[in-house]
């Protein structure tokens, strides 16, 4: 397989899914849905690309195949070039470590009977085999890189608030050092100025440690935020993409500008 | 006479770690077609203010103060009195409609219930009313529809079926709580366009609670902000957004990332944020409850409560140090 040729981190050309329904009729074929119908997308190393669409618009049908938790219908997703879908399964396990997620539900994503320094330290574990101590001491270290103490360690996720919670699974995903970070609404859930320290801790993850984030949101404003290239999609395809000052500017596609109408901002918008 | 005024509203929980005051010293008057919005973060005391006006507090909850119905005094009435008067002349529209639903009756019998129950209205013509109802909220093909259960509508649409139960008796308050924060944004425009032209349409007062700033203001004429269960700063919407005055107003709104900013702004620009967390309501401070957290907390603030500051147009807030933190320009203040 000739590999390393991509100059983007990720390259998703031409990506297909399609799911099965429950069978309705016994007499009938049972009918499928389309999630992704055909989107191809690049990722450049250093430009954090924001996903922004509804409900039902495949955004975390595309994290899911980004992730390879599951294959795609057709297409291919490439990371660094490689084909994560066509790698032998020890292959994938070691790319895994480049690749790590972060999750909308900070009290769902957490396991409420593990210490915090377990779960923080599991990608570690299961991806480097590191031992015992080296996995505490790179949780720790991962820990206070999201600004949380080291008495954390031994702690369990009901003794943290919510924005803390979602500290924690960024500590997570960042303890293996990937360099594309896929985070699914990983900001919805939270309050308005906890929201706003998780984004800044993102953006600094990104000016000094260099991950690259795939930020999937239906919130056009928390996405242009961080990010610099922004994919609007729709029904499964993207209908929209660019640098987010371009898309947000001169919004090219009916529903980027409906989107962007439907925000509720606090003043007119300043878009002339 | 207001149509609904609350005085010094207060809301206490009992549980197995003592006393929380969840609300507490809430006052305002609303008037026919007055809209008012509730702002503040999870466990600020907005949903419980909510279930405290509906007279649904929960059981180990005690409600004091006044709450008073065009003259009538609310709190103490017995569950049958409450019985007459919620669904009747209050009114709520629930955050999730797929609890408030019952997911097992179809929605025209839902529609009808309060119809039949505070209208006497025969099976029929309540029927007929839920026909009219639901095509009013925009569901497409009400007759058919009507008999259809929770479950074989979109998310939006079974918001739009919440609304139209709420409006069965035509209340004179409707309590919107949290309404659209399951729903789309394109979908959310639309369910807060219907709620406002119905509001209008009927001469309803809409109380709307919520966290998210965009929508106070585009949707309500005054607001209260709320802060570990007591008001922090209440005024007409267009006012608080304009001057922000309590310090922890202007950390929320400066904390919000803005559309509008990104167009002018630089990408690595950092959000302004408010330093610590939300108190515990087990053991709030004698003083202000944003002591601590503002950069303007002087010994007095943690001691003595907050005094009441007017500002121009019934805008007040409170605050000890309401001298310095006027004096100070808004976006200093929001980065403190």
Redesign the interface.
Known sequence: MDQRQSPFLLEIRDVTRRYTLPRESLFKPPAAVEALRGVSLNVTAGRSMGIVG??GSGKSTLARLVMALEAPTSGTVLFEGRNLHALPPDDLRAARRDFQMVFQDPYGSLDPRRPIWRTVAEPAAALEGASRAQQRDRAAAALESVGLRADALDKFPHEF???QRQRIAIARALITRPKLIVADEAVSAL???????V??LM?DLR?QHGVTFLFIS?????V??LC?DVAVMKGGLIVEQGP??QV??EPAHAYTR??????????A???A | MPLLEARHLRVDLHTHRGTAPAVRDMSFALERGDTLGLIGESGCGKSMTALALMGLAPDNATVSGSLTLEGRELIGLPDRDWRAIRGFRLAMIFQEPMTALNPVHRVGAQIAEPLRLHQHLSAHAARDKAIALLHRVGIPDAARRVDSFPHQFSGGQRQRIMIAMALACEPDVLIADEPTTALDVTVQKQILALIRELVDERGMALILISHDLGLIAQNVKRMLVMYGGSVVESGASADVFARPAHPYTRGLLAARPSLANRLVAHRSERLPTIAGSVPDLFSLPPGCPFAGRCAYTEAACRTQPPPVVALPGDHRFSCRRADVVLGTPESIAADA
């Open positions: 509804e409900s608030s919510g924005g309050d308005v100025s906890v929201q706003a320290q984004l800044n953006a000016d239906h919130d056009l404003a928390v242009s935020h610099a987010v000052r947000l500017r409906t989107l962007l109408e439907s925000v509720p901002e606090l003043v918008p300043v878009v």
